[in-house]
């Protein structure tokens, strides 16, 4: 049938969100309060991750220290 083929090999994204294009880093958060996972992202100054429940708009912020950790996601509480 012509016309029906999909091309996914293209390397062009004029369209992809800014976080997927720039690579902005996140940490995926598991929001206990709603139980929702949600990512939020390092701020401008790179000195905290910082973000809110997607449902009750509770905040969260996860400042980055010296040591550092190798963890990707977090529970908020």
Known sequence: MAGNQLD?????????????AT????V???FECCDVYHRIYINRDATAYVGH???????IRL??????TESRIFRAS
Request: positive net charge; charged residues 25%.
């Open 63 to 68: 400042d980055i220290g010296p040591g550092g």
């Open 28 to 30: 995926g958060v598991q």
């Open 23 to 26: 690579g902005r880093k996140y």
């Open 8 to 20: 996914l090999s293209s390397d062009s994204a004029p369209n992809r969100p800014e976080s997927i």
């Open 53 to 59: 429940c997607p449902k009750c708009v509770r905040q």
